[in-house]
């Protein structure tokens, strides 16, 4: 419709799921003829980083670099494009394989995301405990801050329980931290392989056009080109031995990447309910004891008073 504006939407954080996205559009805009440049116009008007890419590419920056700024999954999405361009690969059959693959990672972040919450709120809720039950001394009528803030004994039941808040928390958090999935998209290193020798170059050449992708935006794995990752080498190895394409052998083993990611973060999600147990029995509860119980006694043994003799 004629003077309809249309407005740009953010791709939340980045992330994978608004990554792959991105990707299946443009595999479908190249795939139907948009020259690689002209696809950022598009996708420009549906979504605000895509925007930002070609805001950067009419400045001059380099495409790879353009796509790379935008984050993490950005970052993998700039090399996928960059290997594809070199190695003269089909770049819609590229993408769409590639946000096939960002799809499914998406979908185990999500799933141990989703684990993962019962147990890390739970964890957070017991945090509190100590307070609550300071709260409910004080509501009680009894005097249990001038007890911790005065008396001698309050100060050193002050003193420990707050100790034991603090490695509580510390405690708790390091063990959520511990369950959630690492940084990177698991099977990366195979899709980007399979996507550069499906342009027809050699294993040596496709490394080295990797290499050079991650390196011309400063990827932390860019610092050789010719590196081969050691799963991929397996992939290649059995490849050679069976005379099959290396090509399905690795987006096989790239989807395998992500299906034992995905089990795995089950798996730690489901031992972190378990594991939780641990800074809630030695510093929640005993901080809740400093803090609430241990007041409360000291405040209603000093406001009874001795019988007579």
């Given at each position: 419709m004629a003077g309809l504006k249309r407005t740009a939407r953010a791709s939340p954080d980045g992330g994978p799921a608004a990554v792959a996205d991105v990707a299946r559009r443009a595999a479908v805009l190249v795939q139907a003829g948009v020259a690689p440049r002209v696809v950022?116009?598009?996708?420009?008007?549906?979504?605000?980083?895509?925007?930002?890419v070609l805001a950067d590419l009419e400045r001059g920056v380099p495409e790879a670099v353009a796509i790379a700024a935008r984050g993490e999954s950005w970052r993998e999405f700039a090399v996928a494009w960059?290997?594809?361009?070199?190695?003269?690969?089909?770049l819609a059959e590229a993408l769409r394989s590639f946000a096939h693959?960002?799809?499914?990672?998406?979908?185990?972040?999500?799933?141990?995301?989703?684990?993962?919450?019962?147990?890390?709120?739970?964890?957070?809720?017991?945090?509190?405990?100590?307070?609550?039950g300071l709260l409910m001394g004080i509501a009680l009528g009894f005097d249990t801050l001038g007890i911790l803030f005065t008396d001698p004994r309050g100060l050193v039941c002050l003193a420990g329980g707050l100790a034991l808040v603090v490695a509580a928390r510390a405690w708790t958090a390091k063990l959520i931290r511990r369950a959630r999935p690492g940084p990177g998209l698991p099977?990366?290193?195979?899709?980007?392989?399979a996507i550069a020798l499906s342009g027809g170059v050699s294993i040596d050449a496709a490394a080295v056009q990797v290499?050079?992708?991650?390196?011309?935006?400063g990827a932390e794995r860019g610092e050789s080109e010719t590196v081969i990752p050691a799963e991929v080498q397996d992939v290649l190895k059995l490849s050679r031995a069976a005379g099959v394409p290396a090509v399905e052998l690795l987006?096989?083993?790239?989807?395998?990447?992500?299906?034992?990611?995905?089990?795995?973060g089950r798996l730690r999600a489901s031992k972190l309910g378990t594991r939780l147990l641990l800074p809630l029995g030695v510093c929640t509860l005993p901080s809740f004891l400093l803090l609430s119980v241990a007041p409360l006694v000291l405040s209603i043994l000093g406001t009874t008073a001795l019988p007579a003799l």
């Open positions: 950022w116009r598009y996708l420009a008007d549906t979504d605000a980083s895509a925007a930002a960059a290997v594809a361009s070199a190695v003269g690969a089909a693959g960002l799809r499914d990672a998406a979908e185990a972040l999500d799933d141990v995301t989703v684990a993962l919450a019962d147990p890390a709120a739970t964890a957070r809720l017991m945090l509190w405990l100590p307070v609550v099977g990366i290193d195979a899709e980007l392989f290499g050079r992708a991650r390196a011309a935006i987006r096989a083993e790239s989807a395998s990447a992500r299906h034992r990611a995905r089990v795995e």
